[in-house]
Structures are given as C-alpha cells and as structure tokens.
C-alpha cells in the first residue's frame, strides 16, 4: 500500500496564500510515476487541480492557472502545491493522489491511492 498524509491546510483570506505538503510512504514494491492533487468543495465533483509525473510535466487545472504551482520531490516522496493569489471558490477539501504500479512476474498492476484530505477555506 501507499499511504498519502497531507497537511498545510487552514483558513486564509482571499489574495492570500497557503503552501500544501503531502507524504507519500510505500512498500518498496510500489513505484510512484505520478502525484496529484484534486479538490471537492461542498455539493460538486473531486476535480483535478495539477498533477506532476515522475518526469517532471504538470498538468493544471485552467482556473488556476498562473496561481496554483505543483512540485514533486522524487527522492522523498513529497509533492507540494504552493498556492497564491487564493479566491473563495479555492475554498475546498483538498486531497492527495498517487498512481503507482507493482511490477511481478512480468507483469504490471497499476493501483491509484487517496489522503485523507486537508480544509482549504479562503474567506472573501
């Protein structure tokens, strides 16, 4: 299993900003090639934010665009997500993900795992 623990969540006034850390720990089995994080606010679908594979490229969400940087410390099995700028509708539970594969006998399992999730309440 991979086990995602994120924190840096809390309230902030909108213009402001908030720095998301999140720790991904795993049996050596697993491989992580990609780290995400997406959001659900009250009464809407968990929607992808910005994504970072083991390669380097993202992938952002349009409205956050320019706002929202996502980064990824391989080695440690970190991803950040350095938000500026933050507006009301940032606000959020926002959550950690991580697509990894298991490699046996030849073959490739390809698994997706979840964090608990961190508040992100951007006040007007």
């Known amino acids: 299993q991979v086990q995602l623990v994120e924190s840096g969540g809390g309230l902030v006034q909108a213009g402001g900003s908030l720095r998301l850390s999140c720790a991904a720990s795993?049996?050596?089995?697993?491989?992580?090639?990609?780290m995400a994080w997406y959001r659900q606010a009250p009464g809407k679908q968990r929607e992808l934010v910005a994504k970072?594979?083991?390669?380097?490229?993202?992938d952002y969400l349009d409205s956050v665009k320019g706002r929202i940087t996502i980064s990824r410390d391989n080695a440690k099995n970190l991803v950040f997500l350095q938000m500026n700028r933050l507006k009301p509708e940032d606000t959020a539970v926002y959550y950690c993900?991580?697509?990894?594969?298991?490699?046996?006998?030849?073959?490739?399992?390809?698994?997706?795992?979840w964090g608990q999730g961190t508040q992100v309440t951007v006040s007007p």
């Open positions: 795993s049996a050596s089995i697993f491989s992580i090639y990609a």
């Open positions: 993900n991580a697509d990894a594969y298991r490699d046996d006998n030849g073959y490739r399992t390809t698994y997706t795992f």
């Open positions: 970072v594979t083991s390669e380097g490229n993202t």
